[in-house]
């Protein structure tokens, strides 16, 4: 759930800095959808529960990024099946907005982006891929 998430390091350092700052990130990585669709699987509410409540007070912003997978949609070209990755992609960041929302976390402190399929999580063109990159991080990012 939200402990099972990730900590990587990333430099805050200019530069013209002489010494590198590392600033702790935390991504979530969890959450996962059905092909084609951007609403939240009921079994997630658990887990976007303990997530809200680790990112309370944390006066840090909060990176909501949405992905798809590569899939063509039925019917579409390969380039209409790119926008709709990407708006569904987006569609997706913006309803784990909404439901981190619901549960305390301020508008003010979050910023949604879909990424469409232009970001793969794992490589291949399997359904076990797939269902991997059909997905929403949520990345706490350095104060501000």
Known sequence: MATQCRRQYKS??????TKAVLT?????????????????????????DEIALALNNQHRMVYISGHSDEQAWAGQTQARSAQLNQQLSEQRAKAIKRALAQRGIPERDMKARGYGSSKPLAPGHTETAWAKNRRVEIQLDAEH
């Open 24 to 48: 702790s990130i935390v991504v979530f990585r969890n959450i996962n959808f059905k092909t084609g669709s951007a609403q939240i699987n009921l079994g997630y509410q658990p887990q976007l």
């Open 12 to 17: 805050v350092a200019s530069a013209a800095d």
